[in-house]
């Protein structure tokens, strides 16, 4: 069973960027699709991006498109999260998830109910 631990929240102003990362151990990450998940007091948990096995395919949440950037790094089995512009509605605390897939999967999972392996979550502050 793999661990994810993220890291690279933090303050920041609004308009302000931010790099988070999730590294993915007991397991190379390439077993895995991952994206990333953000929940802000008393909402549910939602989808912000995600990306397939392969690093060949990419989907983020409409509030978030063109202003976030998934990728990952298999050779350091660590996915992360560029964000750029952010708006105080970005504060959450923010979580990588990975889901096992088999070798020609390229599927995108969107639902945080597709995915097995969750990280504790970073938080993420925006000031106006």
């Known amino acids: 069973q793999p661990k994810l631990v993220e890291s690279g929240g933090g303050l920041v102003q609004a308009g302000g960027s931010l790099e988070l990362s999730c590294v993915v151990s007991?397991?190379?990450?390439?077993?895995?699709?991952l994206g990333w998940f953000r929940q802000a007091p008393g909402k549910e948990r939602e989808f912000v991006a995600a990306?397939?096995?392969?690093?060949?395919?990419?989907e983020y949440a409409a509030p978030v498109k063109g202003r976030f950037t998934i990728s990952r790094d298999d050779a350091r089995n660590t996915v992360s999260l560029h964000m750029v512009t952010l708006k105080p509605e970005d504060a959450a605390v923010y979580y990588c998830?990975?889901?096992?897939?088999?070798?020609?999967?390229?599927?995108?999972?969107?639902?945080?109910?597709?995915?097995?392996?969750w990280g504790q979550g970073t938080q993420v502050t925006v000031s106006s």
């Open positions: 998830a990975a889901v096992p897939v088999g070798w020609g999967t390229d599927t995108i999972f969107l639902r945080p109910q597709e995915y097995d392996y």
């Open positions: 990306i397939n096995k392969h690093g060949t395919g990419t």
């Open positions: 007991g397991r190379s990450s390439q077993n895995y699709a």
